[in-house]
C-alpha cells in the first residue's frame, strides 16, 4: 500500500552474489572508484533521491567524499547492499526498515522513540547505526477536504466513526486487506464507510476524486505536496494505527569508523531541521520540474547552521 511497505521481505536473505546479479537492473554498481567515499543511496522514487542529495550534500560540503547512489532499486536489494558495503549511507523509514529486516515479525508502533529503539538494536548484527530520527515522516494519511471536515466537524480519524457510514472512501486497491488501510481503520477505530472505491495510491485519481466530490476520505502519504496546495486536511491518528516513519539515516559503523564522528553529527545536523512540511515543497519543486540535487541544494542553503563547522 505504500510506496516502500510493498516490496516483501522475505527477500532480505539474498547474498553477495545474487545481489550484484541484481545491481544490473538498477543503478547499484560494485565499490566506488575512491575506495573513501561514502556512498548515500536512494530507493527508486523521488522523495528518496531527494533525501540523499540533502545528506550527501551535507557531507560534501563538511569535505567528505561523497558520491550518491540514486534510483539504487527496491527495499530488498537495497538494504541488503548496505548490510554487504555495496553502500554506505541509507536513508530510510523507521518504521518500514524495522518491519523489514524483522521479517515482519517486529511492527513499528507509531511512538517513535519505541520505533527508532527496536530498529537500534535489529541493525547491529548488520554492522549498522541507526541515526537519530528526522522530524521529518512520511506515512499513510487519511484526508478529507477542509469542507468536509468543516461541515462533519472532523479533526481525528476517530471522528469519522459516527459519519463513516455516509461516507465513500478511496484508496489503493489493496487497501481493502491491508492492516495499515481499511482493516486497521475497522479492527481499531470500528470505522466502516458506506463504500469503498479502488484508486492509485495516493496518486493523482485518488486527488481529483477528492477534488470532484467522488470519495470523501482518501488514503494519501503525510509528504504528498498536494496535501498543502490543495488545503486538505489530514486527521490525526489519535489511536495509533500508523507506525512511525520518521525519515532515519542507517550507516555503516565502518564508515564512522573510517571518517570520524563528524559523519553522524553532520547527518544528524540535517536530520534535525528537516521537516514534513519541507519534504512536501521540495517533492513540488521536483515535479514541477526542479532536479532533485538543486531542490536539496537549495535547502541546504537556506538552512546554513547545518553546514557550519561543529553543527
Known sequence: ?????????????????????????????????????????????????????????????????????????????????????????????????LSFLTLGETEGSADIRETHSALEQVVVPFGVIALAPARARDSNAIVVTQTTADRLNLHEISDLTAVGPQLVFGGPPECADRRLCLVGLESVYGLRFREFIPLDSGGPLTLQALRSGGIDVALMFTTDPAIESEALIVLTDDRGLQPAENVTPLVRREVLSRHGNGVVETLDGVSTLLTTSDLREMIGQVV??????????????DHPSVLMEGA
Open 1 to 97: 500500500m505504500r510506496r516502500r511497505t510493498r516490496h516483501h521481505p522475505a527477500l532480505f536473505g539474498l547474498g553477495i552474489l545474487a545481489l550484484v546479479v541484481a545491481c544490473t537492473e538498477s543503478s547499484l554498481e560494485p565499490p566506488s572508484r575512491s575506495p573513501d567515499a561514502i556512498r548515500v543511496a536512494a530507493f527508486g522514487f523521488t522523495e528518496s533521491e531527494i533525501l540523499a542529495e540533502l545528506y550527501s550534500q551535507a557531507l560534501a560540503a563538511k569535505g567528505y567524499p561523497t558520491t550518491p547512489v540514486l534510483k539504487a532499486g527496491p527495499r530488498e536489494l537495497v538494504q541488503p547492499a548496505l548490510a554487504e558495503g555495496l553502500i554506505d549511507v541509507l536513508p530510510e523509514y523507521a518504521g518500514s526498515a
Open 288 to 301: 514541477g520540474g526542479r532536479a532533485a540535487h538543486e531542490v536539496a541544494e537549495s535547502w541546504l542553503q
